[in-house]
């Protein structure tokens, strides 16, 4: 209400209360859902939950899930989000070769790139923000830690015992069940991949397994089983019915690319009979058969166990160091179609100068200039690489920054850090 003053015929002044037209008309649920909800971090949204029985139906639509995680991957591609887990050794036994024993805390935590002025900040006053730390109990001894799996916001984080999902952002996890098919006893396979089977929209864990030993050829048959998350029930591992055609590397986390899961092919397990093929061992999720993708014909056959496989914008990349020149890193990069469909390998960068092997994580926007970067990691640092320019600068140094929640500075029994680039979302780990 609000006052208006109006003039009679007779001259005289009136005052006259007057309603005002209704500035603020109800938003309909299809904007709210649409143009706001989709837009809110996942932390908003877990505590919106809670608000109506309407709004805790709405978030927790699969239709809504998609759509807030499709919101999320755009605005990533403006402002990359890596998450950081520091590996964090439960004692130091001198003389080791390697770390035996493994904190059974696992901490995430995420760092913006626009946040940190792409670089201009000193690491020492850069703030990694903590979003969740995963404490699997004093009972729970590590002796091995594999390179974690990453899909969609959801973390596969591989043990020597045990397989462990997690959803950092909603802070949900999963412990999944043992393996019961392995048929070798000591020689344990410990290779498991995560990924999304776009046929049925399931998130599938795949774990490997050895089932023979032929002694004569010391070749290792082996199989594979598949986890549905969200399977309601049917909380349990299922067989995959083709044969695995080659075994694949032991210690190893596969990658997912558009419904494609790329193993590494175990040449010494693989038995004395033929050659293995020099290629990758991938999985399709929809149909669950096996095939080969072979490695780039460019690449020097002294690499080939030696690169690194990652995903960048739908397509496959690997990446190694030269052999003839080693201080030259080349990157090839293959597309993956939505249906599962391959490319032809191109040989997309050579990267010359730098003795290190450095892991791509995502392509950096534009600066304006029409020119182009890309944001890679090195154990304990994030560097962007300018490929105009070919000038490699230091982003952050990861054991130096600030961590949320932590007050001293150097971490104690520090291994390394994984790095990986972060998408949030609201996907769970039980039955939708």
């Given at each position: 209400?609000?006052?208006?003053?109006?003039?009679?015929?007779?001259?005289?002044?009136?005052?006259?209360?007057?309603?005002?037209?209704?500035?603020?008309?109800?938003?309909?649920?299809?904007?709210?859902?649409?143009?706001?909800?989709?837009?809110?971090?996942?932390?908003?949204?877990?505590?919106?939950?809670?608000?109506?029985?309407?709004?805790?139906?709405?978030?927790?639509?699969?239709?809504?899930?998609?759509?807030?995680?499709?919101?999320?991957?755009?605005?990533?591609?403006?402002?990359?989000?890596?998450?950081?887990?520091?590996?964090?050794?439960?004692?130091?036994?001198?003389?080791?070769?390697?770390?035996?024993?493994?904190?059974?805390?696992?901490?995430?935590?995420?760092?913006?790139?626009?946040?940190?002025?792409?670089?201009?900040?000193?690491?020492?006053?850069?703030?990694?923000?903590?979003?969740?730390?995963?404490?699997?109990?004093?009972?729970?001894?590590?002796?091995?830690?594999?390179?974690?799996?990453?899909?969609?916001?959801?973390?596969?984080?591989?043990?020597?015992?045990?397989?462990?999902?997690?959803?950092?952002?909603?802070?949900?996890?999963?412990?999944?069940?043992?393996?019961?098919?392995?048929?070798?006893?000591?020689?344990?396979?410990?290779?498991?991949?995560?990924?999304?089977?776009?046929?049925?929209?399931?998130?599938?864990?795949?774990?490997?397994?050895y089932r023979s030993l032929d002694i004569t050829t010391n070749a290792y048959g082996m199989g594979m089983e598949v986890f549905t998350v969200g399977a309601g029930r049917r909380r349990a591992w299922r067989k995959i019915a083709h044969d695995v055609p080659y075994p694949v590397c032991r210690q190893q986390s596969s990658l997912?690319?558009?419904?494609?899961?790329?193993?590494?092919?175990?040449?010494?397990?693989?038995?004395?009979?033929?050659?293995?093929?020099?290629?990758?061992?991938h999985l399709n999720l929809a149909d669950e058969s096996f095939g080969v993708t072979r490695l780039p014909d460019s690449m020097d056959p002294a690499l080939d166990d030696t690169f690194f496989m990652d995903m960048l914008h739908g397509e496959l990349w690997l990446t190694a160091c030269t052999s003839r020149t080693p201080d030259?890193?080349?990157?090839?990069?293959?597309?993956?179609?939505?249906?599962?469909?391959?490319?032809?390998?191109?040989?997309?960068?050579?990267?010359?100068?730098?003795?290190?092997?450095?892991?791509?994580?995502?392509?950096?926007?534009?600066?304006?200039?029409?020119?182009?970067?890309?944001?890679?990691?090195?154990?304990?640092?994030?560097?962007?690489?300018?490929?105009?320019?070919?000038?490699?600068?230091?982003?952050?140094?990861?054991?130096?920054?600030?961590?949320?929640?932590?007050?001293?500075?150097?971490?104690?029994?520090?291994?390394?850090?994984?790095?990986?680039?972060?998408?949030?979302?609201?996907?769970?780990?039980?039955?939708?």
């Amino acid at each position: 209400m609000y006052a208006m003053e109006l003039q009679n015929e007779d001259g005289r002044r009136k005052r006259r209360r007057i309603s005002p037209p209704n500035q603020n008309p109800e938003l309909s649920e299809e904007i709210i859902v649409e143009e706001i909800l989709v837009r809110l971090p996942v932390k908003s949204l877990v505590r919106f939950k809670s608000v109506c029985k309407a709004w805790r139906a709405t978030i927790s639509d699969p239709i809504f899930i998609r759509a807030h995680l499709r919101h999320s991957a755009t605005k990533q591609e403006q402002d990359p989000c890596v998450i950081i887990s520091p590996l964090i050794m439960d004692n130091v036994i001198p003389g080791e070769s390697r770390p035996s024993t493994f904190s059974n805390q696992f901490r995430f935590y995420q760092w913006h790139h626009l946040q940190a002025n792409g670089g201009s900040t000193p690491s020492s006053k850069q703030t990694a923000t903590h979003i969740y730390t995963k404490d699997l109990g004093s009972g729970e001894v590590i002796r091995q830690m594999g390179y974690f799996a990453f899909c969609d916001g959801l973390v596969l984080v591989r043990t020597d015992t045990k397989l462990y999902l997690l959803n950092p952002a909603t802070r949900d996890s999963l412990t999944l069940p043992d393996n019961k098919r392995n048929k070798l006893g000591r020689e344990f396979c410990n290779s498991a991949g995560l990924g999304l089977d776009p046929r049925s929209g399931k998130y599938k864990v795949v774990r490997a397994f050895y089932r023979s030993l032929d002694i004569t050829t010391n070749a290792y048959g082996m199989g594979m089983e598949v986890f549905t998350v969200g399977a309601g029930r049917r909380r349990a591992w299922r067989k995959i019915a083709h044969d695995v055609p080659y075994p694949v590397c032991r210690q190893q986390s596969s990658l997912s690319v558009k419904g494609l899961m790329f193993w590494r092919i175990d040449k010494v397990r693989h038995g004395h009979h033929q050659t293995p093929p020099r290629g990758l061992l991938h999985l399709n999720l929809a149909d669950e058969s096996f095939g080969v993708t072979r490695l780039p014909d460019s690449m020097d056959p002294a690499l080939d166990d030696t690169f690194f496989m990652d995903m960048l914008h739908g397509e496959l990349w690997l990446t190694a160091c030269t052999s003839r020149t080693p201080d030259t890193l080349t990157i090839w990069a293959m597309p993956v179609d939505d249906n599962g469909g391959q490319g032809q390998w191109e040989q997309r960068y050579s990267i010359v100068g730098y003795p290190l092997i450095f892991r791509p994580l995502a392509l950096l926007p534009g600066s304006g200039d029409g020119s182009s970067q890309v944001l890679f990691w090195n154990r304990l640092r994030l560097y962007s690489y300018d490929l105009a320019t070919s000038m490699l600068t230091i982003e952050c140094e990861l054991d130096r920054m600030r961590y949320q929640g932590r007050k001293a500075r150097k971490w104690k029994n520090l291994c390394k850090f994984t790095a990986r680039l972060y998408t949030e979302s609201l996907v769970p780990l039980t039955a939708y």
